[in-house]
């Protein structure tokens, strides 16, 4: 028999069990009452410069699926941040994040976007070549490099951690990564790395990363915006929510009851309800009940923004009928949900705020993770005492 409608995985943990049972409790996010957002978090071109130097220059953040780079000796390179990374999984399976540059003569040393399968990685100016681990292992006539020793010219190698299927780094020379494995074990509930990528596609959005990140920190949304596609699955605007750190977790309910089901057995959990973590900074999980979206945020300014969306499936399609069911599903999500509804109202918020006509957003009770968001960055940027509530 064909498997396209169930994941592998484990019992839910801790965390993800509590929001269940909230909403079956009838106890949702917490009501903070009206709340309101200045308009120039979104469109204040300073205020972007101090996020991109205290935020995005700072934080560990998510680069992509462990998915992406799946078996030793393999190499991608990584330019969304601002600066050229290259991402490897050396040939024990380790994954590193150098800058991919070549410690001879500066030369960019893998080019474009695509995922390479190689043990060694050539400059092609002047052929110095690594291995995938960063050591540079050979040097065209060492004789005119009297003394060089080659363990002094590895590639330049920046914090990294792969965590329950996902791969993090630190722009930063020091990081921690705590909250990273602390959420590989939800993600690990979700057999997350041993999944199959089936598509990736990079989306060219016209707004500020915020707004992108707003919807997927709410569920009043979602029986208007995706009334054609997504809407009538979900039951209006019940939803429960909690952190992890600076990270988001929330569980979004479908319209099938809840009463009788079993908790524990998370492919029912998923097909009662929709997990989505909102990865601080700018990375977007949805878990929907046989597929994962792992959506990468990369701000290149105060009002545009890529998004890399990333679509795991539990295992490469075997037949014509697996490939038309992954198909429908990527097109549904990708360029519908996503593309159409949700970043299209991104962009659509953009124009109307840059126009000055709101000095402020207004948020009502359905909207709170949006606020905690701002409330985080602004922790984070180290403009108020806040501290974030850790929940595990």
Sequence with gaps: MERTSTLPGTAPTAGQLALARQIADGCTRADRGITTVPAAVYTDPEHWVREKALIFDRAPQVLCPSALLPQPGMAVPHDATGRPLLITRDGGGHIHVFLNVCQHRGTRLVEGNEVQCAKRLTCPYHAWTYATDGRLLAL????????????????????????????WFAPAGSADFADARTLGADFDAFAMAALHLYKRNTHDVASNWKLIMDAFLESYH?????????????????????QIGPHQRSFVCRAEEMEGKDFTDMAVLRRIGTFAYQLFPATVLVISPDYINV???????VNRTLVEDFMLIPEAPQSEKARDHWERSWKLLDQGVFGAEDFRAAALGQQGLESGALQNLTLGTLEGGIRRLHEICEEQMGLNDGA?????
């Design 388 to 392: 974030s509530t850790s929940s595990a």
């Design 140 to 167: 065209p006539r060492p004789d005119a490099f009297p003394g060089l020793d080659k363990a002094d010219h590895g590639l330049a190698e920046l914090p990294s951690c792969e965590s329950g299927g996902l791969i």
């Design 222 to 242: 979602v029986s208007r915006l995706h009334a054609a596609t997504i809407g009538p699955f979900f039951r209006d605007g019940v939803s429960s929510g909690d």
């Design 295 to 301: 959506m990468a945020l990369w701000p290149q300014g």
